[in-house]
């Protein structure tokens, strides 16, 4: 079984950053294709980012390109999504999401396993 657990969400103003964590109990990160997601108040569950199994593919929804980081910490168990540039349309409980596969695509759907979530709040 695999658990994931979320930390590093918090009240930021807008224009700051924050590092959001999730640490994988149970299995190897390398097995786990990982992504992260978000839901705002009314709103559906969204694709963020993901980070395929080996590591090699990221992918980024358009709303955080270039503003988000995804990475694996093997040594740490720990997938970290770095945010930068924070917006207030950022702000939303942000999930964390694995699925045993090598790769998995942007769709919530797709993925088996996930964590609490960490709210993250961006005040402008």
């Known amino acids: 079984q695999v658990r994931l657990v979320e930390s590093g969400g918090g009240l930021v103003q807008a224009g700051g950053s924050l590092r959001l964590s999730c640490e994988v109990s149970?299995?190897?990160?390398?097995?786990?294709?990982m992504a992260w997601f978000r839901q705002a108040p009314g709103k559906e569950r969204e694709f963020v980012a993901s980070i395929s199994a080996s590591g090699m593919s990221l992918t980024y929804a358009d709303p955080v390109k270039g503003r988000a980081t995804i990475s694996k910490d093997e040594a740490k168990s720990a997938m970290n999504l770095q945010m930068n540039s924070l917006k207030p349309e950022d702000t939303a409980v942000y999930y964390c999401a694995a699925d045993y596969a090598t790769f998995r695509g942007r769709s919530r759907h797709e993925y088996v396993y996930w964590g609490q979530g960490t709210q993250v709040t961006v005040s402008s």
């Open positions: 149970g299995r190897s990160l390398s097995d786990y294709t």
